[in-house]
């Protein structure tokens, strides 16, 4: 709790920023506005929303029009899940004619976010906003690229097939390292596959007629398939592909068919001669596995194969539209890209169509492949030009990232940290950014060194809030309400962050931080509070706020009877709450210790849908563990940066601007906010 303190706060304005959003008016001249206003923001950097939306409230009633006291407490009301709210407020200031082209931009984004249309809108062409050229050095850094592939944390991998490396980049296209593929080195690397969750990087070598599989940093490995035109030899592999289920398909020119491996590189099958009506293939490109089809391009025949995965032709797609189709990857659920020479196609399985994906501008002469990559981005290797095109939507080439400061932490002022999250104009992560890429100010002024403290995506610690239904529907399995908390924190990484919270008639925290892992069974069983009436919004927005200062795998995981009652968002709206938890990056899990035949209610069903979460039975056949798998592996992108500030705090009475600025290949975002020092005397 912070302590409230009554004075006059100083204001430094030296921005025409959030600052001067709203010019010299705002001098804070009544002293009891100027009292809560400073309450409010220091409530709002501790996380505490409900105190510093009463606040400003407070101080909105003794300056009604003041626009920097609205803009506030929109945010607080954004942050605390009421978005219709914080929109009204910051609709009332451009009403006024007192906004600027920052408030409007909040407004366009969260406008946009709850669009119902944003999800229907065609799907709009891709456009090159970055070429990184191989050869434009002195000293080559690759030379015809074939296969990419997306690593961890924004990072990507690139086979240069003439110099026969797998090159590793960072976010921001720098060279992380070589991989030189071990002693004997590689022989015409073509294409390559990557598994992050698994560690896994598997190469095709064109000119070695092997795949290999090392670690994804190059180390552990093992080769498998010699040249030759046996069942499970090689002959100008190229292009790979997984399944997800444990499988891995390369095509091979040289033998004109596809060999299906396990991970372990043991043979398994291969298919592409003739059989029936099918001719067998002229010449096998790109492949990839989608739906439980394997999708073969073949670039002679200008025509894309479909087999099931035991290697029976189907149907073929696209003859007479297809100039050279190569490299094909998948872009969702339901489509594929398909890299054709000078552009790029997109094939729908629901559609059963092609529609033009890229031209590329007409500056590529080979495409051979391209994939969907992190931060919004598309990563297309020209062979022939030796370059790596990075393609935007034509939307989000107009459109920026959306920074958003989450808090500012002063304890110890002046050294001064933010809390921030980066996001492409879509709402997906923006991973793998580096201190260089931020600029920080205070009022418009270049604070100087900033130092990246904190990356949320390689962050494996979790932060997990057990929410236990405390109702007289659960009491009956109360035995089976201790079996997924105590599963759940075996598994658990270490320096993990666990709360456990009831949601009964008053909701409460159960199990004080400082109890022991090895105690909450007992801890359980023995509270005998349930009620008829217990509060499950209270419960989850309790069990969400403590983790708001935590960690960014964070997760609630609810503890049910599957059932939801009448009165359950008597308090707070169920939209509300599904608003809470997305703009606070927290996912809702939901596990039932109810009858296995009895559905999990639909209000559950959401929550979990609308944050990223899941729902599951207790019992179910598949397990409950992998829960913490999906909460760790969920990208997120939120980064932690200081520096020391430059302002005079003024005994921290002074109201100190800040800025924070995001650039990424021609792409940027901004947020502004301000901050209070600790109180000295």
Known sequence: MIKKVSFVILLIFLSPSLNQIFPQELDMASAAAAEEFQWGVRSFHSTLFNEAIRSFEAALGHKPEDPLIMYWLGLSYLRSGMEET????????????RSSSFINAKIEQLSWRRSVSRGLLPQSRYLITYSHFGTETAKPLFTRPAGVASGRNGEYYLTSYAT?????????????????GGLEGYSRPFDLLAMPEKDLLFVAEYGGNRITRSTLSGGNIIR???????????????????????????????????????????????????????????????????KGYVFVSDARAQEILVFDESGNFLKSLGKGLLNKPEGLSRFDEDSFLVADTTRLLLYSISKDTFTLFSDLGGQAKRVVKAIPYNNG??????????????????RGVYSNMNLQIN?????????????????????NPVLGL??????????????????????????????????LERSEEIKPYKEEMVKPVSNLVRLLPPRSNLRVVGASSLPIIEIPVSVPFGQYTSRILANSDFSATWQFDSGVRLAASELLTLGSKRAVIFITSGLCPSGAFDRYKLVEIAQYLRNNQIQFYCISVGPSNREIAAEYRYLAETTGGGYHH????????????????????????????????????????????????????????????????
């Open 86 to 97: 914080a929109l009204s407020l910051w609709n009332r200031i451009m009403e006024r004619g």
């Open 164 to 180: 026969n490396e797998v090159l590793l980049f960072s976010a921001n296209a720098g060279l992380r390292s070589r991989i030189p």
């Open 224 to 290: 498998f398939g010699t040249r030759g035109r046996s069942p499970g030899q090689l002959l100008g592999p190229q292009f790979l592909a997984e399944d997800g289920k444990g499988y891995i398909y390369v095509t091979e020119v040289g033998n004109r068919r596809v060999t299906k491996y396990d991970l372990d590189g043991n043979y398994i099958l291969h298919f592409g001669t003739q059989a029936g009506v099918f001719r067998g293939f002229q010449e096998p490109t790109g492949v990839v596995c989608l």
């Open 377 to 394: 981005f598309i990563l297309a290797a020209d062979f022939d030009s030796d370059a790596l095109y990075f393609l935007s939507e034509l």
């Open 407 to 427: 808090r500012v932490v002063t304890d110890d002022f002046p050294k001064v940290q933010i809390d921030l999250t980066v996001e492409d104009s879509s709402g």
């Open 434 to 467: 580096e201190a260089g890429n931020f600029l920080i100010t205070e009022g418009r002024r270049d604070v100087g060194d900033i130092t990246l403290n904190y990356v949320g995506n390689i962050d494996e610690t979790l932060s997990l809030a057990f929410l």
């Open 618 to 681: 207790l019992y179910q056949p598949e397990g409950i563990a992998g829960i913490l798998e999906q909460i760790k592996t969920r990208q997120n992108g939120r980064y932690i940066i200081s520096y020391n500030s430059i302002n005079n705090s003024q005994f921290g009475r002074a109201y100190i601007p800040v800025e924070a600025e995001i650039n990424h290949f021609n792409r940027s975002g901004r947020d502004e906010l301000g901050y209070f020092a600790p109180l000295t005397f």
